[in-house]
């Protein structure tokens, strides 16, 4: 039987933070999808999670130790927030689990019930590195007894990536450089790595597997630039390792990065 580990990192947020109602709904949902692939497919919880929000990880999740910096510890913010770098996470991961794939999702996107078995679905079609895109719904859900209803209700197609797949063994080669999740492109950090560090990829774009309750995008806010300014330069100074490592594929994904961060295209 196929083994999975799924991680995320839960974070004890206020009721006017978009996560205080999506966060329960996530947690529900995964316990839901893994009860219904539990007859096919071995799948373990893990959270990533900081000392003070331990008490929000659920019971049947299994906590890693706790998350001891963030991108605070390696840039300047003109607003300070704690984000976790994405390597402190996989990393944790990568030493609780022998797991045959590793799965991590932004803790904002939920489920849908037969997750689990799509994703061995889709690796028993040979992919080993994926991504797969959200759904939007309506956000005017905020209670888990609604739940059966968001399932329900097939939303649109997103191009954010907030979900990837990919196989444990490859991981000790990412290089994931001080990028840190809840910022603009941290998806293209791990996009790269995936395209570079697998057999077959591919992304998934219109799959009805995940879903977010509306589309607010709050990390484009004016005064979070400097974090999206900060991911993208890790994310050029990780491009061009794989471009003098010439570990770059033919892809639309990779085409895309090579076209803005070619080191040819660049300013001097």
């Known amino acids: 039987m196929i083994k999975l580990a799924h991680i995320v990192n839960p974070v004890i947020v206020s009721p006017s933070s978009g996560l205080y109602i999506a966060q329960p709904i996530t947690f529900e949902t995964m316990r839901i999808a893994q009860a219904f692939a539990a007859n096919c497919v071995s799948i373990s919880l893990f959270s990533a999670q900081y000392l003070e929000d331990q008490s929000i990880v659920p019971d049947d999740f299994q906590q890693t130790p706790n998350l001891d910096r963030s991108v605070q510890d390696v840039g300047f913010f003109q607003k300070p927030r704690k984000l976790p770098l994405i390597v402190d996470i996989l990393d944790r991961l990568y030493a609780a689990t022998d797991a045959d794939y590793f799965i991590y999702t932004n803790v904002d996107i939920a489920l ?52 990837f797949v990919f196989r444990r063994n490859v991981y000790p080669k990412y290089q994931l450089g001080n990028a840190c999740i809840g910022a603009a492109k941290i998806g293209k950090v791990m996009l790269l790595n995936l395209m570079v560090h697998s057999e077959k990829f591919f992304e998934f774009r219109d799959w009805h597997a995940t879903f977010h309750l509306g589309n607010d995008r709050a990390w484009k806010a004016p005064e979070l630039q400097d974090y999206f300014d900060h991911n993208e330069s890790e994310l050029i100074r ?31």
Request: net charge negative; hydrophobic share 35%.
């Open 112 to 163: 849908m019930p037969s997750f689990y078995l799509t994703v061995k679905g889709a690796i028993d079609q040979g992919y080993d590195a994926f991504a797969i895109n959200r759904r939007t719904i309506s956000k005017t859900y905020s209670n888990l007894s609604e739940i059966p209803l968001m399932f329900a209700e097939v939303g649109t197609p997103q191009g954010g990536h907030d979900c």
């Open 238 to 268: 990780i491009f061009h390792h794989y471009c003098r490592t010439e570990a770059l594929i033919e892809h639309p994904q990779m085409q895309k990065l090579i076209d803005r961060y070619s080191p040819s295209v660049l300013p001097d």
